[in-house]
């Protein structure tokens, strides 16, 4: 019989190690691109993402509800490109890349959809974040300007809604 310990000074160094939250995420669209998110302190930042605005769109390809803002939020990335990144993140499930394809096309979703492994922690963070708990709803989305949290919405919401949100903004890069 082999019993091993640690001292309680090598156990709290340990602890703080593991409860650590995971602040950087990689996240790959069906085309193998990938951009690193980091979010620290409520500040987000996307490498190779240039557009001052960003917004995150937590979703399940399983749910219609979800299926529904797909079409408005290409819409709208087309619509305000120069100054808007569009980032749809599948959660919980993760799909084939073709599998994720087809359903893109299906939907009419032009923009960067992450289906990478570390999307339900990604989830997981920016809902802990909101303070909305582990079961928030779905979609989820969030506003971010210049890598500061602007507004989120839980649920279906309009995209007039969302445009309307984001007017002020437009007037403050022209």
Do not use: W
């Amino acid at each position: 019989m082999f019993i091993s310990g640690c001292t309680q000074q090598n156990a709290s160094s340990h602890a703080s190690l593991v409860d650590k939250p995971q602040t950087a995420f990689t996240l790959t669209d069906i085309d193998h691109r990938s951009t690193t998110l980091t979010l620290e302190n409520d500040r987000l930042h996307l490498s190779r993402v240039v557009q001052p605005y960003v917004l995150l769109h937590f979703f399940s390809t399983r749910a219609d509800l979800c299926r529904a803002m797909l079409p408005y939020l290409s819409d709208l990335q087309r619509e305000q490109s120069r100054r808007l990144f569009v980032l749809g993140i599948v959660v919980p499930e993760s799909l084939e890349t073709e599998t994720l394809r087809t359903y893109m096309r299906q939907n009419d979703s032009s923009f960067f959809i992450s289906n990478a492994p570390d999307n339900a922690t990604l989830g997981r963070t920016v809902a802990k974040m909101l303070k909305l708990g582990s079961d928030y709803p779905l979609p989820l989305t969030v506003v971010f300007a210049h890598g500061k949290y602007l507004t989120h919405y839980e649920g279906v919401t309009p995209i007039e809604m969302i445009r309307t949100d984001l007017t002020p903004l437009e007037r403050n890069t022209k």
